[in-house]
């Protein structure tokens, strides 16, 4: 079976750093995706990793370990703009859809 | 490029009635997405197509849903008739594929529909 695990919610300090994780299951793996949803818009693309190791982007950095089936986003620097829902979302085979976790809600406290 | 273009952003029926959901992918791109989204039960996907073609619609709830893709430009999802349960934010996404991996979705705005 195919399935995409992230907790819930989770709340975070304006300036701290905070890691969101996401395992998953997939048949024939073919990278992973993490998007970001505002409330009230659409989900936008935030970064992809097929191989093992750290992404940088600016503050934001995805991490993805194959053998584990392990991945995670990292924010730096919390901004207050930075609440809202992230998505892990995992190729299905070669299909060409994307099997999304339920989200992380994150809160930034000032 | 716009970006997936959707419309309309808000529609209001009432329960019985007809609602057509359109959507026009990002140029270039062979895949189409309709996904639903709700508190309760997230993003799910509904039916997606691949150069036209409805390649699974394993995720229509039930045959009061269709969809449509007449042409590499343009889609639409419709429900008749609508039910309450309906009400949810419907997103349009699409994507291209090449070298053998899966690309990143770009979602539209979505339509954030209200049965009452």
């Known amino acids: 079976g195919q399935n995409i695990d992230q907790p819930t919610e989770m709340t975070a300090t304006e300036g701290a750093i905070v890691q969101i994780n996401c395992t998953y299951q997939?048949?024939?793996?073919?990278?992973l995706f993490w998007y970001q949803q505002h409330a009230g818009e659409a989900p936008t693309f935030l970064s992809y990793?097929?191989?093992?190791g750290l992404e940088e982007k600016g503050r934001f950095s995805s991490f993805l370990s194959r053998s584990k089936g392990y991945s995670y986003l990292l924010l730096k620097e919390l901004q207050m703009k930075d609440s809202a829902s992230y998505l892990c979302?995992?190729?299905?085979?070669?299909?060409?859809?994307?099997?999304f976790g339920q989200g992380t809600t994150l809160q930034v406290k000032p | 490029d716009a970006g997936v273009i959707q419309s309309p952003r808000h529609e209001v029926t009432e329960m019985g009635q007809e609602v057509t959901l359109r959507c026009k992918p990002i140029?270039?791109?062979?895949?189409l997405f309709w996904y639903r989204q709700t508190m309760m039960r997230g993003l799910e996907l509904l039916i997606y197509?691949?150069?036209?073609?409805?390649?699974?619609d394993s995720g229509m709830p039930e045959d009061r849903f269709s969809a449509k893709m007449p042409n590499a430009s343009f889609s639409t999802l419709k429900i008749q008739p609508s039910e309450p349960r309906d009400s949810a934010v419907y997103f349009c996404?699409?994507?291209?594929?090449?070298?053998?991996?899966?690309?990143?979705?770009?979602f539209g705005p979505g339509t954030r529909l209200t049965v009452t």
């Open positions: 997939t048949s024939g793996f073919n990278g």
């Open positions: 197509f691949n150069n036209n073609v409805p390649i699974d």
């Open positions: 996404a699409s994507s291209f594929t090449g070298g053998g991996r899966t690309y990143e979705q770009y």
């Open positions: 979302a995992g190729p299905s085979g070669n299909t060409g859809k994307l099997i």
């Open positions: 140029s270039g791109h062979d895949y």
């Open positions: 990793n097929v191989l093992d």
